[in-house]
């Protein structure tokens, strides 16, 4: 199981934590990854953390604003929100896989275990 915890209402040009919390199977091998969905729109990616090579891979938007990292002591996943803009609103979702592809990385339907979602609102 995963939990996400951390949203909330944050400035534009703030910054804010979200945790993903696993249980049951350690994140330490799989890869780990952050997607959102505003209202109306399909679920997007924002960046995975990649056991096997050992990379992160960010979506374009969030480059150099958004740090995914991770605590395998914790088997906990962290996603540092700087410097977010109203156009990051979204409920974010963290999501876990034990063999996904390089090439597959960036589509839910890659991903085996999905947490509940948490609210992200920026305000401008």
């Known amino acids: 199981q995963l939990q996400a915890s951390g949203g909330g209402l944050v400035q534009a040009g703030g910054s804010l934590r979200l945790s993903c919390a696993a249980s049951?199977?350690?994140?330490?091998?799989?890869?780990v990854g952050w997607f959102r969905q505003a209202p109306g729109k399909e679920r997007e990616f924002v960046v995975a953390?990649?056991?096997?090579?050992?990379?992160?891979y960010y979506s374009d938007s969030v480059k150099g604003r958004f740090t995914i990292s991770r605590d395998n002591a914790k088997n906990t996943v962290y996603l540092q929100m700087n410097s977010p803009k109203p156009e990051d609103t979204a409920v974010y979702y963290c999501a876990a896989g034990w063999s996904i592809i390089l090439s597959s990385i960036s589509y839910p339907a890659s991903y085996d275990y999905w947490g509940q979602g948490t609210q992200v609102t920026v305000s401008s």
């Open positions: 953390i990649r056991r096997n090579d050992g990379r992160n």
């Open positions: 049951g199977r350690t994140f330490s091998s799989g890869t």
